[in-house]
């Protein structure tokens, strides 16, 4: 079900990757690389993706890149960094590292989204890294960087929230959420 809503999909990929030991969008799950698994379910949901990177070589996927504006803080400013480049209300951010996600996790997460700034799923634990951010956000969030606050799941208590638990949902699988940070853990999702 596709809505008229216009939404900015932004594929967070400037992590250090210190785990994996080299860049972990470009490690190869089942012939693809991890951020064109991200790419091909998201790019169905939203009116564009922008990939948070500052490596040069995510050109090749054939979509924007834009960098980091404030360095080595991690993910809360890859979000800062996608809601000051964004020109849509709604923004659907999302890591590059998780390879199971689907367009159905994504189109739910979307049509829950209405009248709050931010909306994510909720595990065990809120899925920060997957989810609408508003560029209503960006004000407050960039003052609460500012001041120190780097935890994205302190960040997100400061807005408008809803937080939507998913433990006993169809759409989310067991691996929806898995990210792949070490050479171990993708060779086990590679066997």
Not at 13 to 25: F, I, L
Request: glycine share 6%.
């Amino acid at each position: 079900m596709q809505t008229n809503e216009n939404i900015t999909g932004y594929i967070l990929s400037g992590g250090k990757s210190s785990r994996m030991g080299s860049d972990k969008a470009l490690k190869l799950l089942h012939g693809k690389t991890l951020i064109e698994h991200v790419i091909t379910q998201l790019e169905t949901e939203v009116n564009s993706v922008v990939i948070v990177s500052d490596n040069p070589d995510h050109k090749s996927f054939g979509k924007p890149v834009i960098k980091d504006l404030i360095k080595n803080i991690g993910p809360a400013g890859g979000i800062y960094s996608a809601l000051s480049h964004t020109v849509t209300e709604k923004n659907f951010i999302v890591s590059c590292d998780m390879p199971y996600i689907t367009s159905e996790g994504i189109r739910y997460i979307i049509d829950q989204s209405q009248d709050f700034e931010i909306t994510i799923p909720k595990l065990e634990f809120p899925q920060t890294l997957f989810g609408i951010y508003s560029k209503k956000c960006l004000p407050l969030w960039e003052k609460l960087i500012q001041s120190g606050q780097l935890s994205l799941r302190q960040l997100i208590t400061h807005f408008k929230l809803n937080l939507l638990p998913v433990n006993d949902s169809s759409i989310f699988s067991e691996k929806f959420f898995s990210n792949i940070n070490s050479p171990s853990e993708l060779d086990v999702f590679n066997n």
